[in-house]
């Protein structure tokens, strides 16, 4: 996948963990929350990787 992809889904799994807190599931909420925080570090640590390598 390539880096922007990785950060369109830590966008959007950012954006959705709100949802998880409405539905009364913080638990879920803190993990999609976490889980789209380190896909976006991986994505632009891959970003800048695949800038170096041109």
């Known amino acids: 996948m390539s880096s922007t992809g990785i950060i369109i ?11 998880w807190f409405w539905a009364e599931n913080t638990t879920m909420g803190i993990i999609w929350l976490c889980a789209g925080i380190i896909e976006l570090i991986v994505a632009f640590i891959r970003r800048n990787k695949e800038k170096k390598n041109k």
């Not at 889904?9 to 949802?19: T, Y």
């Open 9 to 19: 889904l830590g966008i959007i799994w950012i954006l959705l963990s709100p949802l």
